[in-house]
Nanobody
Framework: QVQLVESGGGLVQAGGSLRLSCAAS????????MGWFRQAPGKERDFVAA????????SYSGSVKGRFTISRDNAKNTAYLQLNSLKAEDTAVYYC???????????????????WGQGTQVTVSS
């Protein structure tokens, strides 16, 4: 069992930045691939970014590539999502997720992930 807790969300103006954190407890964090997803009101949960257990492989959705950066610190049992050049359309609840058998080929599919955090709200004002 892995418990995930997101933090770092908030209200920011368009063009601003935030760094989200996902703190993990329970089983060995370094064995899990991590993903970030987001869900806006009335919309489906969308893929944002993902990272392999070692951090050596990453994947991004086209809408955030070049603006967001995913990373992890296995010594701190924490994954991060740096959000830069934020836009109003980035407003959503952001969730982190974990899966042991991570693969880049399906990293963007939320149904593949076994563990989820409770989410953190990001609101971008235009």
């Amino acid at each position: 069992q892995v418990q995930l807790v997101e933090s770092g969300g908030g209200l920011v103006q368009a063009g601003g930045s935030l760094r989200l954190s996902c703190a993990a407890s329970g089983r060995t964090f370094s064995r899990y691939g991590m993903g970030w997803f987001r869900q806006a009101p009335g919309k489906e949960r969308d893929f944002v970014a993902a990272i392999s257990w070692s951090g050596g492989s990453t994947s991004y959705s086209g809408s955030v590539k070049g603006r967001f950066t995913i990373s992890r610190d296995n010594a701190k049992n924490t994954a991060y999502l740096q959000l830069n050049s934020l836009k109003a359309e980035d407003t959503a609840v952001y969730y982190c997720a974990a899966v042991q058998t991570w693969a880049q080929t399906w990293a963007g599919r939320p149904e593949k992930y076994d563990y989820w955090g409770q989410g953190t709200q990001v609101t971008v004002s235009s």
